[in-house]
């Protein structure tokens, strides 16, 4: 029987358990740093496979390492495991709709398939399970840490909305672009409305801030995208000039360089346009990602898994999204680790972070078996 036929015999038998495995942590559902019971069902089942793990004392998440007889590379496999805080149907509650509770499980049962059917890695495998990846800053937390530091290679998986790739698809590669999110306050004066020329009116210091981002140009032969998204006062009077506003901007970019000209031109842009009514403005940058970095090593060796698994019809390009991911972070921290995320079709709808975001779960299948080929052919790969 070829190595793929006894993959999927195996998938078969312990499709039921998978299917258990992956309702459970979708019923478990945490937001970002508060995955406790999250880290603690995973440790439980890495526990069950004998392979030893490691938690952080001051957050969630944990790191198991399998190590095999004989030296050679550190693979590294990472998935997220955090949720988003979502009105569901009227009830607002941590919600999977971003399909890390679907990545976990791959992963997981990704070791468990090679560890059960007899593999023997020559080298290392860094099992991870990140928290915070919706914040931006789950990976770097894990980098402060030093997981990253003897890691050679690293394999990411994120389901895909069925706009970019049906069931049955897959990508080597998912070119995540950068993103921002900065939160801005105007502070201006009050007056009576019936004076306003006494005050400031930081309403209309916001009116000009969203002009003057609107109006910023980039190169157009890539893509980027900077928008106010929020505006809030605390006033309720409606006869009262607002000394003060907060407000939230979301910014996108192609590549690194450009995510940096966009930023410095929005920054340079909020605070002039405040001062054209003598308004203050502070501005602080809640949420970074940064851009995917191409590896094209990373992205034969899981091409070839890839039609494996699916057959040649299976292979799409990789994925360019403005979506933005922390896993990208790792390749940016470490210039010599060889990374990439698989894009896995699963025909979801409507669409990542909708509340109601549904996908094939047969997908989770061929997400386990890509994984598992991946990480044998990784340890091929570094044998030659």
């Known amino acids: 029987m070829s190595l793929i036929n006894t993959y ?9 358990q998978l299917l258990e495995t992956y309702h459970h942590l979708h019923s478990i559902a945490e937001i970002s740093w508060e995955e406790k019971i999250t880290t603690q069902y995973l440790c439980n089942r890495v526990e069950e496979l004998g392979i030893p793990f490691s938690t952080f ?3 969630t998440g944990l790191v198991a390492t399998w190590s095999g007889e004989q030296e050679g590379p550190i693979i590294g496999i990472r998935a ?31 070791i468990k398939l090679l560890k059960e059917e007899g593999f023997r890695p020559k080298g290392t495998i860094k099992i991870i399970f990140q928290p915070a990846e919706e914040t931006g800053k789950g990976a770097k937390a894990l980098i402060e840490k ?15 909305p069925v706009q970019e790739l049906y069931v049955r698809q897959a990508s080597a590669a998912i070119y995540h672009g950068a993103t921002m999110v900065l939160k801005g306050k105007v502070k201006g004066l009050q007056a009576h409305a019936a004076r306003p ?3 400031i009116n930081v309403l209309d210091s916001i009116a000009a801030i969203i002009q003057a981002v609107n109006s910023i140009k980039l190169d157009p032969t890539i893509s980027s995208s900077a928008k106010v998204t929020m505006v809030q006062t605390e006033g309720k009077n409606m006869n009262i000039i607002p000394d003060e506003a907060v407000f939230g901007l979301d910014l996108r970019a192609e590549s690194n360089e450009a995510m940096d000209e966009l930023a410095n031109k929005v920054k340079r842009a909020i605070i002039a346009a405040a001062n ?16 995917a970095v191409p590896n094209r090593l990373m992205e034969t060796i899981v091409a070839e898994a890839i039609v494996e698994v699916l057959g040649k019809d299976g292979l799409a390009q990789p994925l360019v999204t403005p979506g933005g991911e922390d896993f ?3 390749a940016v921290s470490k210039s010599s680790l060889q990374a990439t995320m698989v894009g896995l079709g699963a025909d979801l709808t409507p669409g990542l972070h909708h509340p109601n975001m549904t996908f094939d779960l047969s997908a989770l299948q061929d997400g386990v078996e890509i994984l598992a080929r991946s990480l044998k052919k990784l340890f091929e790969q570094a044998s030659k």
């Open 57 to 59: 004392s001051d957050h």
């Open 328 to 330: 990208h972070l790792y």
């Open 146 to 160: 030093g997981v990253l530091d003897d890691i050679n290679y690293l394999i990411g998986i994120h389901v895909r």
């Open 197 to 199: 020329h006494l005050g």
């Open 80 to 110: 997220d495991i955090d949720a988003l805080w979502q009105n569901v149907d009227g009830q607002w509650k941590a919600n999977h709709s971003c399909g890390h509770d679907a990545h976990s499980t791959m992963v997981l049962y990704a």
């Open 8 to 16: 999927r015999e195996w998938l078969l038998t312990h499709q039921e």
């Open 276 to 291: 054209i009514n003598g308004a203050e403005v502070e501005l602080d940058t809640m949420a970074k990602t940064v851009a």
